[in-house]
């Protein structure tokens, strides 16, 4: 059995717990996750998988129970222990039975406050999170018996980080100013634009991004426009504005959301226009 992102709604609904983060955080993180799949294993006794479409930043995996198998693109690995891994490439997840993972989505980790991490270094592989998050606070994840409390132990020290070292880096202040304006807006504004806007280069801001994400600036805008305008659609299809992000007609919105489902060689998917199936709309 295989669920697919923006396809099988109802499995990521009902089966994950999800937090969005707030106030200062959320220039930072997406959302806190973590996976429900008790009540899963009687009906898929051998297991099942998750597929992800790319995403803009890093995601942290803290390994609460046993391992489980991951495809990068087409690249596997066996997880056994805490990891992070680049967003931007589509991702599938083998699950069984015993298998629990707390997550952490980034849109730009604020661990580059206090190492100097490039992670476009860290655009190909899988890596242990060791490298990026201190052993004393995972082990203070893994001992935490709920979710909320799971939330506020990287909460808080997040929080702290952010507090002390907000604005000490310009090129973080530009990257997580444009992903929030480009979020907010009407998706038309170029990278171009954005670059005059902060008085740099449109190369300049191009390293920026790599250095935050670990992708072009062009390639975020690009993943932040599809992934915001297939949520949209799927949350209304009788509604959906195809202008609202920027593009001319159904048909242009169609080649992109299409070329962008069919690029997850994993993702069994026969048409794009399955999204118009299924239920269950993630509500933090």
């Not at 190492?115 to 060791?130: A, G, H, Q, T």
């Not at 530009?174 to 634009?193: A, C, G, H, P």
């Not at 993943?223 to 949350?235: D, G, L, N, S, W």
């Not at 007609?249 to 026969?270: E, G, L, R, W």
Request: proline share 3%; net charge positive; hydrophobic share 40%.
């Amino acid at each position: 059995m295989q669920h697919i992102e923006f396809f099988n709604r109802d499995h990521f609904y009902q089966h994950f717990h999800r937090r969005k983060a707030k106030n200062a955080l959320s220039t930072f993180i997406d959302f806190f996750w973590e996976t429900d799949f008790d009540a899963l294993w009687s009906k898929y006794p051998d297991g099942f998988t998750d597929a992800l479409f790319p995403d803009v930043g890093y995601t942290y995996m803290i390994n609460l129970g046993t391992p489980f198998k991951m495809q990068l693109d087409e690249q596997p690995f066996d997880i056994k222990a805490d990891i992070f891994l680049p967003r931007y490439k589509n991702i599938l997840t083998l699950h069984t039975a015993g298998n629990k993972v707390f997550g952490i989505k980034f849109k730009v980790s604020p661990i580059i406050f206090l190492k100097k991490v490039n992670f476009y270094e860290y655009r190909d592989s899988i890596f242990p999170l060791v490298y990026l998050l201190d052993k004393v606070i995972t082990d203070k994840v893994r001992t935490a018996n709920t979710f909320d409390k799971r939330v506020a132990i990287i909460s808080s020290y997040y929080e702290d980080v952010i507090t002390q070292y907000k604005g000490s880096l310009k090129y973080v202040d530009i990257v997580t100013d444009v992903l929030k304006q480009y979020s907010n807006s009407n998706f038309t504004t170029s990278v171009e634009q954005y670059a005059a806007m902060h008085n740099i280069s449109v190369r300049t801001l191009q390293r920026y991004f790599e250095a935050a994400t670990s992708i072009s600036s062009k390639q975020a805008l690009q993943i932040t426009r599809i992934r915001k305008a297939i949520t949209a659609f799927v949350q209304s299809p009788s509604t959906f504005n195809y202008a609202a992000f920027g593009y001319f007609d159904y048909s242009h919105f169609y080649k992109y959301i299409s070329k962008f489902i069919k690029n997850h060689k994993m993702a069994h998917v026969q048409s794009p226009l399955q999204l118009l199936q299924g239920s269950g709309i993630i509500n933090y």
